[in-house]
T-cell receptor
């Protein structure tokens, strides 16, 4: 079974530039999560999708971050404009069922973003 | 106070040593996950458990629901075990995971 695919693996941008990350979850996984992990900290949930609908985006900085999962399969996370404090690893994860975290919860390899 | 606390934050061991990483949590959970993260950033799920004990190779995970505590043990540690180990809990009240800060393990040859 293929895992959760993310791209790119690494990205370096200047502050105020825009960046987009892509995630393709495991086939059949209805729930998709985007996490931000700042160095030395545990991951923090940015947004959770159930199929193509948003379940939880309470910690998403909506003035600069946006995410979509238009067809309920793959997803993109965008930052516009980027700030220095956005430097982090952005992790995508997916799971089976109706938001049940314990069903096949799988992480992607992450995208390491450096904002200079 | 964090809802999920791990100890120690950093751990250095010699190859072959028995290692224990601890996780305490303060919320009601449906399950607890132990995750491994290598320097590249990707996370691998090691265990998901809601009671008792699980074993996979040299790794053993235990959980005590009454005491809200879990441990991850590594027997006969090896330098390739060097990574960050993260404890995460799935809360009964919702569907998100809450993560600990992670334990940086370094195993020297």
């Amino acid at each position: 079974e293929a895992g959760v695919a993310q791209s790119p693996r690494y990205k370096i941008i200047e502050k105020r530039q825009s960046v987009a990350f892509w995630c393709n979850p495991i086939s059949g996984h209805a729930t998709l999560y985007w996490y931000q992990q700042i160095l030395g900290q545990g991951p923090k949930l940015l947004i959770q999708f159930q199929n193509n609908g948003v379940v939880d985006d309470s910690q998403l900085p909506k003035d600069r971050f946006s995410a979509e999962r238009l067809k309920g399969v793959d997803s993109t996370l965008k930052i516009q404009p980027a700030k220095l404090e956005d430097s982090a690893v952005y992790l995508c994860a997916s799971s089976l069922g109706k938001g049940q975290v314990n069903y096949g919860y799988t992480f992607g390899s992450g995208t390491r973003l450096t904002v200079v | 106070k964090n809802e999920v606390e791990q100890s120690p934050q950093n751990l250095t061991a010699q190859e072959g040593e028995f290692i224990t990483i601890n996780c305490s949590y303060s919320v009601g959970i449906s399950a607890l996950h132990w995750l491994q993260q290598h320097p590249g950033g990707g996370i691998v799920s090691l265990f998901m458990l809601s009671s008792g004990k699980k074993k996979h190779g040299r790794l053993i995970a235990t959980i005590n629901i009454q005491e809200k505590h879990s441990s991850l043990h590594i027997t006969a540690s090896h330098p390739r075990d060097s990574a960050v180990y993260i404890c995460a809990v799935g809360e009964t009240s919702g569907s998100r995971l809450t993560f600990g800060e992670g334990t940086q393990l370094t195993v020297n040859p």
